[in-house]
């Protein structure tokens, strides 16, 4: 084995040495930015979430009992289905609402 020139060694060393700290610094500032990055809330779940509950049906004038009983049952009906989408949509939301704190700093 051959020594070579003792400044071609330093030489050698210095550009080695250049080499990991450019290496290092290059990986230090890959972490940081200057575009500020902001967090997007979720879009909710399908469009049956976001739209209204239907209304409920009113009684005619002079109704029948079976009308009446009729109207109740279809809105009972409606009640309850427009309350599940509420139940629904309200723990969609909950969720995604401690999702989005617990990430955003």
Not at 19 to 48: D, Q, R, W
Not at 60 to 73: C, I
């Amino acid at each position: 084995m051959t020594t070579g020139d003792p400044s071609q060694n330093r030489i050698s060393t210095i550009i080695v040495l250049a080499i990991v700290i450019m290496f290092m610094l290059s990986m230090c500032s890959g972490c940081s930015t200057t575009v500020p990055v902001t967090a997007k809330f979720p879009e909710p779940p399908g469009l049956s979430a976001t739209t209204a509950c239907a209304d409920l049906k009113k009684i005619s004038d002079g109704p029948t009992l079976s009308e009446v009983t009729k109207t109740v049952v279809i809105n009972y009906g409606t009640y309850h289905e427009c309350a599940v989408k509420v139940n629904a949509w309200n723990e969609w939301y909950q969720i995604q609402k401690h999702i989005f704190e617990n990430l955003v700093p």
